[in-house]
C-alpha cells in the first residue's frame, strides 16, 4: 500500500507538470490506488458479512437445542432397552456412547445433506446481492469453509448429545424395567 501511494503521488505530480487535469480525490470513489479500492469494497460488505455470520451461529445453537431434544426423547422411549443394556453388564461410557454416536451421526447427515444445497443457495445469493447493489460479485467456494462447517457441527453435536447421554446413564436398571 505505500508503494502504491508512493507511485500515485509521482504520477500526480507527472500528469500536473505536463497539464493533464485529474480528479481530486481518485479515479474510483475517490480512490487512487487499488488497496484503498478494496479497504473500501471490505468496509462495505464488513456488515453484511457479520449479519451472515450471526445468522449461521443462530441456526447453529438453533440445530443443536433441537438435536438434543430429539435424543432426549429417545431417552425416554428407550428406557427399557437401557435397563435391559444395564441389567446385561453395559457401563454408563457404552450406553452414552450410543447416544453421542446417534448424535453425530444426525450431525454428520445434516452437514451431507446441506453441502449441495448450500453450495446452489450461495451462488444464487451472491448473483441477487450482485444485481440489487448493480455490481459484479463473485461467487468463490472454499474447501476450507466446508471443513469448518463440519468441526463445528461435530462439535455442537457431541455437545447437544452429552446431556441426554448423562440422562441415560443415570437410569438404574429398577427404573427402566419399571418403565411402562
Known amino acids: 500500500a505505500q508503494?502504491?501511494?508512493?507511485?500515485?503521488k509521482r504520477l500526480?505530480?507527472?500528469y500536473e507538470d505536463n497539464g493533464i487535469n485529474l480528479l481530486p480525490g481518485g479515479v474510483i470513489n475517490g480512490q487512487d490506488t487499488s488497496s484503498e479500492v478494496v479497504d473500501g469494497i471490505n468496509t462495505q460488505?464488513?456488515?453484511?458479512?457479520?449479519l451472515l455470520v450471526v445468522m449461521a451461529v443462530l441456526i447453529a445453537v438453533v440445530g443443536s437445542i433441537s438435536l438434543s431434544g430429539v435424543l432426549s426423547l429417545g431417552v425416554i422411549e428407550r428406557q427399557r432397552e437401557i435397563g435391559v443394556m444395564r441389567a446385561i453388564g453395559a457401563s454408563s461410557w457404552d450406553i452414552s456412547r450410543l447416544f453421542i454416536g446417534e448424535g453425530l451421526i444426525l450431525g454428520w447427515l445434516s452437514w451431507i445433506i446441506a453441502m449441495p444445497i448450500s453450495l446452489v443457495?450461495?451462488?444464487?445469493?451472491?448473483?441477487?446481492?450482485?444485481?440489487?447493489?448493480?455490481?459484479e460479485i463473485v461467487y468463490h467456494y472454499t474447501p476450507q469453509g466446508s471443513i469448518m462447517w463440519l468441526a463445528t457441527i461435530t462439535i455442537l453435536a457431541a455437545l447437544a448429545s452429552g446431556l441426554p447421554a448423562r440422562r441415560a446413564t443415570k437410569l438404574s436398571v429398577r427404573e427402566s424395567l419399571a418403565y411402562q
Request: no cysteine; aromatic share 6%; net charge positive.
Open 3 to 8: 508503494s502504491e501511494q508512493i507511485v500515485v
Open 12 to 14: 500526480r505530480q507527472f
Open 45 to 50: 460488505f464488513r456488515s453484511i458479512i457479520v
Open 121 to 135: 443457495a450461495g451462488r444464487l445469493m451472491t448473483d441477487a446481492l450482485s444485481a440489487a447493489l448493480g455490481g
